[in-house]
Nanobody, 114 residues
Framework: QVQLVESGGGLVQPGGSLKLSCAASGSIIFYTMSWYRQAPGKQRELVASITDGGGTRSADSVKGRFTISRDNGKNLVYLQMNSLEPEDTAIYYC?????????WGQGTQVTVSS
């Protein structure tokens, strides 16, 4: 079992950048790690994921703007977000998946507004 804690959210102007971090309480080496987001009144959606082998995929809406990465040695997962748009405003959640089980962080708020 692993506990996840997100950080790095905040208020940013359109066109700006933020880097989210997800710190795990234990080793994530065998986990697929993902970032999800949930905007007010909308369902939670997958933003980007990275497998234990380093393969990545991302939602069409963030391709070319967001990059997911991981540091297994530090038990950290990152989401670099560039060219942010008001539509990116949401609570961002870190997810770890292994062996049929999902683990979630409590989320970090990202607000894109001028």
């Amino acid at each position: 079992q692993v506990q996840l804690v997100e950080s790095g959210g905040g208020l940013v102007q359109p066109g700006g950048s933020l880097k989210l971090s997800c710190a795990a309480s234990g080793s994530i080496i065998f986990y697929t790690m993902s970032w999800y987001r949930q905007a007010p009144g909308k369902q939670r959606e997958l933003v980007a994921s990275i497998t234990d082998g380093g393969g990545t995929r991302s939602a069409d809406s963030v391709k070319g703007r967001f990059t997911i990465s991981r540091d297994n040695g530090k038990n950290l997962v990152y989401l670099q977000m560039n060219s942010l748009e008001p539509e990116d405003t949401a609570i961002y959640y870190c997810n770890g998946y292994r062996g049929g089980r999902d683990y979630w962080g409590q989320g970090t708020q990202v607000t894109v507004s001028s």
